[in-house]
């Protein structure tokens, strides 16, 4: 993989290269929402650039997107299709190379300049997709292990069905948001004491709020009702990867979650990055998924063995007095079963896709104390303090407590970033 540099100045440790261009929706002011990348410290306004008749003439890619790109979510542009992605990243890349063969569309062009290049301070980002449906895996091996050691012992920490399929449940779409959207701290049923019978719940502010360290893959086209996604052609279906954070009120959910599984312990929020970094931007750094010991029923078996993604994982926390603690780095390799496994194992019953999904991977977790990708596991269930850096202490979140979550890949000169998946817990209404 060959480092490319552009006419536009970029950060060589900044997640948004030339070999990146990730998609979004941003707005300016007062405008209506539409379509955009990014390089470096500047938003390209997509509709702007499809708009120009030069670029028109000579990107062909963009010739008939100026309306798709106008939209306020990437739905359709999503539905065009990986090539069209492709297509367009490829004639973004073209232009804004430094040895472009086009100077004339925009790197000597200082009208169209003004008009497609943002500074990113100027505007303000939304959802880059409608999202339809939300399904949240439990893809991370080592989490899954560890909080089931904390629950049922070692011998007992894996569900048998564990390694033989992707675990999953439905999860809100209504309160997925993006980041830099404030997280109202929710209210629930709790046990104040777990061990005690009858059991006598109460219905309090939740005293146990947890992040949860994933990535989120947007689905790019449907599938029909009835039909099953091959293995095989699963990643066609891949329009490309947020960070996600997946907020939880531990004491709510362990109240409510059986029989059916988490309900208003996860629904009151979740946050993921603005920018979705495409599959094809990812490409050279595959990896290989954790190793599965389990032979695995047929419809899940991958003839690409590199199907998980080499993404550092960072998270911090910073307090409302300016106290904080780098909580965790992981990989994105810690992962038991690749998204193509999630959308199959999805689809395996004839569960229609549709343009706009979005599959949670669950909790990525290291082996390391200073890898996992919650508080649950970090603190031993609550057990365990914390240490921030001015000499605070956190076993869970706290009302004012910032978590920021990143992302990046890096090989070879080349860098790719996710951007920041960060929100802010206010407190519950009432509290």
């Not at 063969?101 to 505007?123: G, R, T, Y």
């Not at 890898?371 to 869970?396: A, H, I």
């Amino acid at each position: 993989m060959a480092s490319q540099t552009s006419w536009v100045p970029l950060d060589k440790n900044g997640d948004f290269s030339i070999h990146n261009l990730p998609f979004g929706i941003f707005s300016e002011g007062g405008s209506q929402p539409r379509a955009a990348s990014r390089i470096g410290d500047f938003v390209i306004d997509l509709k702007a650039l499809a708009g120009d008749e030069q670029a028109k003439q000579q990107l062909s890619s963009l010739r008939d997107l100026e309306g798709v790109f106008g939209q306020t979510s990437l739905n359709a542009f999503a539905e065009r299709g990986r090539a069209v992605h492709r297509a367009v990243r490829g004639d973004l890349q073209r232009i804004l190379s430094q040895s472009t063969d086009v100077p004339a569309i925009l790197k000597d062009n200082e009208s169209l300049k003004q008009k497609v290049l943002i500074p990113v301070e100027k505007v303000k980002m939304h959802l880059p997709m409608q999202i339809g449906d939300y399904t949240d895996f439990y893809a991370g091996y080592h989490h899954a292990y560890k909080v089931g050691v904390l629950f049922r012992g070692p011998d007992n920490a894996l569900q048998p069905n564990y390694t033989h399929l992707p675990v999953g449940y439905h999860g809100r779409s209504s309160s997925i948001v993006v980041s830099g959207t404030p997280i109202r701290r929710p209210r629930g049923q709790i046990l104040p004491n777990p061990a005690a019978n009858p059991k006598e719940p109460t219905t309090v502010p939740c005293r146990r709020l947890d992040f949860e360290l994933e990535l989120g893959c947007f689905i790019c086209k449907p599938n029909e009702m009835g039909e099953s996604i091959d293995i095989n052609k699963a990643e066609e279906y891949i329009f490309g990867f947020v960070l996600l954070n997946d907020w939880s009120a531990r004491d709510i959910q362990a109240w409510e979650y059986v029989p059916l599984g988490p309900f208003n312990g996860k629904n009151f929020g979740s946050t993921i990055s603005p920018w979705v970094v495409v599959a094809d931007a990812l490409e050279p750094f595959r990896a290989q998924p954790l190793p599965n010991d389990t032979p695995v029923q047929d419809y899940l078996k991958e003839s690409q063995k590199e199907s998980v993604f080499d993404i550092q994982l960072e998270v911090g926390l910073t307090t409302a007095d300016g106290d904080h603690v780098d909580l965790s780095k992981t990989s994105g390799r810690n992962l038991l079963w690749s998204f193509p496994q999630m959308i199959t194992h999805h689809t395996v019953g004839g569960c229609p896709l549709r343009a706009g999904d979005l599959l949670g991977s669950g909790t990525i977790s290291g082996t390391e104390p200073r890898e996992r990708g919650s508080l649950l596991e970090m603190t031993e269930g609550g057990k365990v303090d914390v240490q921030l850096e001015k000499g605070g202490v956190r076993r869970f979140i706290q009302d004012g407590d910032s978590l920021n979550m990143r992302g990046y890949c890096e090989k070879n000169g080349v860098r790719i970033g996710f951007g920041d998946c960060e929100g802010t817990i206010l407190p519950a209404h009432g509290a």
